[in-house]
């Protein structure tokens, strides 16, 4: 167990996120073709996978079957994907390229990317409640996770703050709240459903989990402001220095970007931590948050 | 039992699921309090209730609880809000008007109004996976079939064949599969849901109920085009004459309106032999068909 090197892991659990994604999505040929066909450019063909990434190697904690955590993977994927498409819309951010292509609205069309939006989020929840992935009253629980973590009180109320909040200075903690529902809680889920898909854990563990969880989506966070103002628009596959451009708050204009580095690695030390009662069953989501940590795009 | 008569029944149980949907809905001043005002504005104070009462109707097949029957009338009536907002929209309909009010975008917003339809449909997948309705597997089963239905093999679907055939003839069968998903698949999904909520049906009670589903669902849809080119903006409370004037297609242009009156009563009478092995349990559901057949709004 965990003898493959990170690397290769990481490339294998994306190649089999992705195919997955392949496989529950409906044929692109299929009627409604043009939205099936959307809903597959959306999803398909790019991205870190990091949620996915993560709901494999949480899921190792617990012995969750592979095929289980297909299917969680796929899930959380499809919520983030939706997300994007829509956060990418004219009303919204009115991007233009996202995972170096296209956005789906300029590919396609606005009512399509509606549309398209809509319906990943749809099949999300039709995945979880349809396929055989534990005890019906797990299932529920994970349901019930994943739709608070996107809801008005998780991701979509984080953008509501986040739209708010453009050109207004915000604290630490005002910014911190808006990002752990904007980012920080679709990551906690793809942690949190990654375990529940395998044996149940203790009270102590859960809590240390969620700890690891919370850290990592806020560290997710804080590299992404970083890499927004130092990376290039060709390295990220999505429109570098808009977070500045657009006056939104970030950690970079919040605390400077040496703090918020220092930031990052505090954030990586107290997941670490977290994780400490796990042992080696952990490997992989350490590997995972040092990746995070110290990803270049 | 059914002795109140009906048009009380239809009164309590509207004011029911309002006052359900108030209560299930956050708080207007929780944060974000602008999303949540805008959900609750989007979702109460209007609307014939339609999918709530037939989630009602249906579950005095199985003998379901009130409390049960609130909570799937809730989550359909959710993801029929939702519908609304996101249809409205700039790149959709462009309309402004809805149960004689402003749209949820002229009310607040454009990237309010995504959110707030974003969100509503969260909200349905989360009270359907959080509250004790059932057998965790029947709620399951439950999710499934809803997600089914507003997914891209569902409403979503047969919203995107709209959008592809403004402006294009179509047949009464191609006519029929845009509205079975558009429309019928929500309405059927609310007669299932609502039965699932109690005692299990045999296989021929549920084949006979699908069927008056899916009839009731087409009678909306056909009833619905008729009173698009008959009756006026102030009595719909929405904008009349908008599916002609946007070249759409409808039963009426298909069929003319004599034809299409008749198209509506022959569902009708199937909708009712349909229901007859359930005896005296369907009376409410035979009366909540005659209603969406004879209705003027």
């Known amino acids: 167990m965990n003898t493959q090197p990170f690397a290769e892991w990481m490339a294998v659990t994306q190649d089999r996120a992705e195919s997955a994604l392949g496989r529950f999505l409906p044929a692109g040929d299929s009627i409604p073709a043009r939205l099936h066909d959307a809903m597959r450019y959306a999803t398909l063909g790019g991205g870190k996978r990091v949620r996915p990434l993560l709901a494999h190697a949480a899921g190792e904690l617990t012995g969750a079957t592979p095929e289980a955590l297909d299917v969680v993977g796929c899930a959380v994927e499809m919520i983030h994907a939706y997300s994007l498409v829509h956060d990418d819309l004219p009303c919204m951010d009115d991007d233009v390229l996202r995972r170096g292509r296209p956005t789906c609205h300029v590919e396609f069309d606005e009512p399509t990317a509606l549309l398209v939006g809509d319906s990943l989020q749809t099949m999300a929840f039709e ?33 509501a703050i986040d739209l708010a909040s453009v050109g207004k200075p915000l604290t630490q903690p005002e910014l911190e709240l808006m990002h752990a529902l904007k980012t920080g809680a679709l990551i906690r889920a793809a942690v949190l459903l990654g375990a529940l898909a395998g044996q149940p854990l203790s009270a102590d563990e859960r809590n240390n989990l969620d700890r690891f969880a919370k850290r990592a989506g806020l560290l997710f966070q804080v590299v992404d402001d970083i890499l927004d103002c130092t990376a290039s628009t060709a390295t990220l596959g999505k429109t ?48 995972l948050a040092d990746f995070i940590c110290h990803r270049q795009f």
Chains 1, 2 share one sequence.
Not at 133 to 153: F, N, T, V, W
Not at 241 to 266: F, H, I, M, S
């Open 127 to 159: 995945l979880l409640a349809s396929q055989a992935i534990g005890e019906p009253k797990q299932q529920l629980e994970m349901i019930a996770l994943l739709a608070h973590a996107s809801g008005s009180r998780g991701m979509a109320g984080g953008q």
């Open 240 to 287: 570098a220095g808009k977070d500045e451009a657009a006056d939104k708050p970030t950690y970079v204009a919040l605390l400077g970007l040496e703090n918020a580095r220092a930031y990052a690695d505090e954030l990586r030390a107290d997941a670490r931590d977290a994780l400490a009662i796990f042992g080696d069953r952990a490997t992989r989501l350490n590997q």
